[in-house]
């Protein structure tokens, strides 16, 4: 088992939807989790951090769910601008971020 | 520039060369990591240091790559007698905290294609 899974997709949604993605990780010792955005030819960038408690920035919210060892991310009312992969970053006691291979999103107009 | 750099932006190398790639991080990072990344992959870890000290090469995928941060400051990631499979982006990140759990800052990454 790979140590961290996303859906690939592509998810393919209309302006305005909302859109939910799920990521898995196999060490139960993760301590830090992220979620980036990397659009097509560009480097990651951070989108948010994932809290214990869960977190919310403006349209994107994030959760974890320790027991179930996933973390997930909402988009809410998607915006053209929303279109890129999304990648699942976790880090695992002494092993540096570890990346998730990507969900790719793609909202139409 | 206040963003991480890194250079060339594109190499183009044939079987067997030697390539070098540079990456100079954030002033002031201490720690700076190296990613490859295929394409439709996710990235994928190399090395890690901590100011001068290489702390994990666990992920450097032969003993072809080799990485070095002489001063603390700028990394050189090497590729001897490249394959076809080393071509891939190569992704320099920093940090400017020294746990490993911290968000990265990254280059624009190095596009390598090997013929």
């Known amino acids: 088992r790979k140590e961290v899974e996303q859906d690939p997709g592509p998810f393919n949604v209309p302006e305005g939807a909302t859109v939910a993605f799920n990521c898995t990780y196999s060490?139960?010792?993760?301590?830090?989790f992220f979620w980036y955005r990397q659009d097509c030819r560009k480097e990651p960038k951070l989108l948010m951090s994932?809290?214990?408690s869960g977190n919310e920035d403006g349209r994107f919210t994030a959760q974890l769910n320790r027991a179930s060892q996933y973390i997930s991310l909402l988009i809410r009312d998607s915006k053209l601008s929303d279109s890129a992969t999304y990648l699942c970053?976790?880090?695992?006691?002494?092993?540096?971020?570890?990346f998730g291979k990507g969900t790719r999103l793609s909202v139409i107009a | 520039g206040a963003g991480v750099s890194q250079s060339p932006r594109y190499k183009v190398a044939k079987r067997g060369q030697d390539v070098a790639l540079r990456c100079d991080p954030i002033?002031?990072?201490?720690?700076l990591f190296w990613y490859q990344q295929a394409l439709g992959q996710g990235p994928e870890f190399l090395t890690y240091?901590?100011?001068?000290?290489?702390?994990?090469k666990s992920g450097l995928p032969s003993d072809r790559f080799f990485a070095e941060r002489p001063e603390g400051s700028v990394s050189t990631l090497k590729i001897q007698r490249t394959q076809q499979e080393d071509s891939a982006v190569y992704l320099c990140?920093?940090?400017?905290?020294?746990?490993?759990?911290?968000?990265?800052?990254f280059g624009n990454g190095t596009r390598l294609t090997v013929t």
């Open positions: 240091f901590q100011n001068e000290a290489q702390l994990d």
């Open positions: 994932v809290y214990s």
């Open positions: 990140a920093s940090s400017g905290q020294g746990a490993k759990g911290s968000p990265l800052h």
């Open positions: 970053v976790v880090n695992g006691g002494n092993t540096p971020l570890v």
């Open positions: 002033s002031g990072h201490v720690s």
């Open positions: 060490n139960s010792a993760s301590q830090s």
